[in-house]
C-alpha cells in the first residue's frame, strides 16, 4: 500500500501544510495514461479568491466527478487546480513525482474525485489500481483524523458513475496530513475498466480554511491471485488462512483479509493495513468468533510489489468465500397440533447437556459433530417417549429438527411401534405385512414400513379428552404418484371417521394432524386407521411414526371447569 519512500512526510505552509514528496521510481508498465497527473491541465473555468484569480483545471486524460447529494451547492464551491497553481503561496510544489499533482478544495462537505477510463484491456484478467492520496481536514497544525475518507475504485464493466453498482471500492481511510496510497483490484468483465480517485468530506472545513486533497502517482497493471481456505474449528470459532500468487516481474508485498456476518454489511479486520500500518502485514491466516448457526463471509487479497527497488504495489481483487457455522441442532418445538411449545426442556440424552426452548418454540443446541439422541419434556407432562436420533456431520452443519410431543392423556398403545417382535404390539393389521426400519427412521430405533395395499388400525377408551387430536409423523418414500396413504380419526360408538387426510406426495419426513371434531369435551371410544393403496406397478413405500391421540394443549390450558352447585 505504501513503500517506506512514500510515507516521508514534511510540512505544508500556506493552505496549512507542505509534504515534500520524493520521485519514486516506477518498474514496468503503466496501462494509465498521465499516471503523474501532468500538463497540460485542462480548463473548465475560473475562480477569484485573495484578489487572485486562478483557472479551475483537471490534468488531461482524466475527468473530474462529484456526488451530488453529498456535495454541497451542486459542486460550487468545489474547485478543481494544478497543484503547481499555489506553489506562490507555499513554495514549492505539493506533489509525489514528476512536476504537478492534481488538487481539489471546497470549504463545505463534498464527496468527489477524478476517474479515467482505459480501454484495449484483457477481459477476465485480474487487475489492480494504486494512487497516492493526500487529504487536509484545514491545516496540519493538529490532525483531525476522520473527518475526511479517502478510497480507490474499480467499474470492471468500464462505467463512470462513482455510485454505479459495479464500482469495487478500497476500504475508506481516514487518516488526516498523510500521502496513502489505497489499492483495489478487480477482475476485467469488459475490454474498458474504469478507475476511481475518492475523497468523502461531510464535514465543513474550519474557519478560514478549506478540506484539500492531493492526487498523484497512480499506478494499473496486472494484478494477484489469492487462494482462501475456511475452517470451523469449533461451534464459536472459525479461522481463515490465505496464501497468495504474484505474478511475473512482482514480488509478494502484504495480505489483507476481512470477515462480517452475512447478514450485514459492516466488516471486521482480520488483517488489514492503512497509513499508520508499519509494517505492512504478511500473516497467512486468522480465527474469529462466531455464533453457531450463523452464515459468515470472509474475503483476503493479496498485493504484490514490482521487482527493482522502491516501486508501485497494488492488491488484486477480494477472494471470498461463505461459511456455515454449525455443530448445531436448531428447531421448534410444538405441540400435535404444530402449534409452537415454548418453555420446553430440550436435552441431549448421556450428557446432561439441555435447553430451553423459547415463547415461539425456538431452540438451539451445540452440540459439535457427532450422532446425538435428543428428548424433550414440557412441565404440564407433554413429553417424547422415544429419543429423535441426530447426526451432525460436521462443525460445518446445522441440523434443523422440529419436536413434536404428544399429550398426557395420549390413548395410543405402541405409537412408536417399538414393541413386539414387528413393532406391531397393540396394533391390528389387514391386506399386508408392515415391515420396519432401523435407518432412517423418524425416532426412537424403529419407524414403520408400509407397502402394497394395507390397513393398520387401533381403538381404545379416552375420558374427558378435551379436543382431541390425532398426530402422527409420516414419509413417503417412493411410488409413481399414483398410490394412495389416507388416515382416519375415529370416534363415537360406530368408530366411525370424524376427519380424513390423504396424499400421494412424495417427499421427507413430514407432520400430520387430524381433530376429533366432536365438541369440547369427550369421553368414549376413538380410533386411528392408516390405509396404503397400491394402485399400478410400482410400490410405494410409506414409513410412519409418533402416533399419537389426546387432547389439545391450547384447549386443555384454556379450559375452565366451574363447580356444580346443588340447592335445595
Known amino acids: 500500500m505504501q513503500s517506506k519512500t512514500k510515507l516521508i512526510l514534511s510540512f505544508l505552509v500556506g493552505l496549512g501544510a ?129 473527518k475526511m475518507f479517502r478510497s480507490v475504485g ?190 420446553v426442556t430440550v436435552t441431549v440424552s448421556g450428557t446432561g447437556q439441555t435447553t430451553i426452548s423459547d415463547d415461539l418454540g425456538q431452540y438451539n443446541l451445540l452440540t459439535g459433530s457427532g450422532t446425538f439422541s435428543l428428548t424433550a419434556e414440557h412441565s404440564s407432562g407433554w413429553t417424547t417417549p422415544q429419543p429423535i436420533n441426530v447426526t451432525v456431520p460436521s462443525l460445518g452443519s446445522v441440523i434443523p429438527l422440529s419436536i413434536t410431543l404428544r399429550p398426557p392423556d395420549d390413548v395410543i398403545a405402541n405409537g412408536d411401534f417399538e414393541n413386539g417382535p414387528d413393532g406391531l404390539e397393540n ?11 432401523s435407518t432412517g427412521q423418524r425416532s426412537g430405533d424403529y419407524s414403520l ?8 388400525s387401533q381403538t381404545g377408551l379416552i375420558s374427558d379428552g378435551i379436543e382431541p387430536v390425532l398426530s402422527f409423523w409420516y414419509k413417503i418414500d417412493s411410488g409413481d404418484g399414483d398410490d394412495v396413504f389416507t388416515a382416519a380419526i375415529l370416534g363415537t360408538g360406530a368408530l366411525t371417521p370424524t376427519g380424513q387426510f390423504s396424499t400421494t406426495t412424495v417427499g421427507d419426513w413430514q407432520h400430520a394432524w387430524l381433530p376429533l371434531d366432536l365438541g369440547q369435551t369427550y369421553s368414549g371410544p376413538v380410533g386411528v386407521r392408516f390405509e396404503l393403496n397400491q394402485s399400478g406397478p410400482t410400490q410405494t413405500l410409506v414409513y410412519l411414526d409418533e402416533v399419537s391421540l389426546g387432547s389439545s394443549f391450547e384447549a386443555a390450558a384454556e379450559a375452565i371447569f366451574l363447580p356444580v352447585i346443588l340447592s335445595d
Open 154 to 343: 474499480i467499474d470492471p464493466y468500464g462505467g463512470t458513475d462513482p455510485t454505479g453498482p459495479n464500482v469495487i471500492w478500497s476500504p475508506e481511510e481516514g487518516l488526516d496530513v498523510d500521502w496513502f496510497y489505497p489499492g483495489v483490484g478487480a477482475q476485467a468483465i469488459s475490454s474498458t475498466m474504469t478507475v476511481f480517485i475518492r475523497v468523502k468530506s461531510p464535514h465543513d472545513s474550519p474557519q478560514f480554511e478549506e478540506n484539500s486533497v492531493w492526487a498523484d502517482d497512480t499506478f494499473l497493471d496486472i494484478a494477484p491471485t489469492t487462494s482462501l481456505t475456511l475452517t470451523v474449528d469449533s461451534p464459536t470459532q472459525a479461522s481463515a488462512t490465505w496464501s497468495g500468487s504474484p505474478r511475473p516481474d512482482f514480488h509478494l508485498f502484504a495480505y489483507e483479509a476481512q470477515y462480517r456476518e452475512a447478514s450485514t454489511d459492516t466488516w471486521t479486520d482480520l488483517q488489514i493495513f492503512d497509513s499508520s500500518t508499519d509494517p505492512v502485514p504478511t500473516g497467512t491466516g486468522a480465527s474469529f468468533a462466531v455464533e453457531a448457526g450463523k452464515q459468515y463471509v470472509v474475503r483476503a487479497r493479496t498485493w504484490h510489489e514490482q521487482d527493482g527497488g522502491d516501486s508501485h504495489e497494488v492488491p488484486g481483487p477480494w477472494g471470498e468465500q461463505t461459511i456455515t457455522v454449525g455443530g448445531l441442532i436448531s428447531g421448534q418445538t410444538l405441540d400435535h397440533q404444530a402449534n409452537a411449545l415454548g418453555d
Open 18 to 146: 507542505v509534504f515534500l514528496g520524493l520521485p519514486l521510481t516506477v518498474g514496468s508498465a503503466n496501462l494509465l495514461q498521465n499516471d503523474g497527473l501532468e500538463a497540460p491541465f485542462e480548463k473548465y473555468g475560473e475562480w477569484t479568491g485573495g484578489g487572485v484569480t486562478f483557472d479551475l483545471e483537471v490534468t488531461h486524460d482524466w475527468d473530474r466527478f462529484f456526488v451530488p447529494e453529498a456535495t454541497e451547492d451542486d459542486g460550487d464551491k468545489l474547485r478543481y487546480f494544478r497543484a503547481s497553481a499555489v506553489e506562490f503561496l507555499f513554495g514549492h510544489t505539493e506533489k509525489r513525482d514528476g512536476d504537478d499533482a492534481q488538487l481539489w478544495w471546497s470549504t463545505k462537505p463534498y464527496d468527489a474525485g477524478i476517474y479515467q477510463q482505459i480501454s484495449g484491456l484483457t477481459i477476465g484478467e485480474t487487475y489492480g489500481f494504486q494512487a497516492g492520496i493526500l487529504q487536509v481536514y484545514g491545516s496540519t497544525t493538529s490532525k483531525t483524523h476522520n
Open 449 to 456: 414400513a408400509l407397502s402394497g395395499t394395507m390397513v393398520l
Open 427 to 437: 396394533w391390528q393389521v389387514s391386506d399386508g405385512s408392515p415391515g420396519l426400519i
